[in-house]
C-alpha cells in the first residue's frame, strides 16, 4: 500500500522558515517524482515543487522560486521542501504527491490530476 505522510508544518511568522518533510512507502517504481501542493481556503490546489526520481530534476512555481528547495533522501525514502522567507501568502494546507511516471516538464509537475496518491496535508500558516 503506498503511504504518503507529511510532516513539519505549523506557525511561523513571515520572514521565517519551516522545513515540510513527506515520507514515502509501499511503492517500488522507478519513474516517479514527488511533488509539493498547498491548497488555501477557497481556492484552488496548485503545484508548488517537485522532484523526479530518475534524473533529480527540480521544478518550481514562479511563487517560491529562490525561496523553497526541494530535496530527496533515497536511503530515507524522504522528501523535504525548505522554506525560507516565508510570507502571508504562503498559508495553506501542503499537500506531497507521488506520479508514477517520468516528468521532465513544469506541466506534469503542477497538475494535480496526474497523481497518483497523496498525502492528508500539513498546515503551515504564516503570520504577518
Known amino acids: 500500500e503506498v503511504q504518503l505522510v507529511e510532516s513539519g508544518g505549523g506557525l511561523v511568522q513571515a520572514g521565517g522558515s519551516l522545513r515540510l518533510s513527506c515520507a514515502a512507502s509501499?511503492?517500488?517504481?522507478?519513474?516517479?517524482?514527488i511533488g509539493w501542493f498547498r491548497q488555501a481556503p477557497g481556492k484552488e490546489r496548485e503545484g508548488v515543487s517537485c522532484i523526479s526520481n530518475s534524473d533529480g530534476s527540480t521544478y518550481y512555481a514562479d511563487s517560491v522560486k529562490g525561496r523553497f528547495t526541494i530535496s530527496s533522501d533515497n536511503a530515507k525514502n524522504t522528501v523535504y521542501l525548505q522554506m525560507n522567507s516565508l510570507k502571508p501568502e504562503d498559508t495553506a494546507v501542503y499537500y506531497c504527491?507521488?506520479?508514477?511516471?517520468?516528468?521532465?516538464?513544469?506541466?506534469?509537475?503542477?497538475?494535480?490530476?496526474?497523481?497518483?496518491?497523496w498525502g492528508q496535508g500539513t498546515q503551515v500558516t504564516v503570520s504577518s
Open positions: 509501499g511503492f517500488t517504481f522507478d519513474d516517479y517524482a
Open positions: 504527491a507521488v506520479i508514477l511516471q517520468s516528468i521532465s516538464s513544469w506541466y506534469p509537475c503542477s497538475a494535480p490530476p496526474l497523481y497518483d496518491y
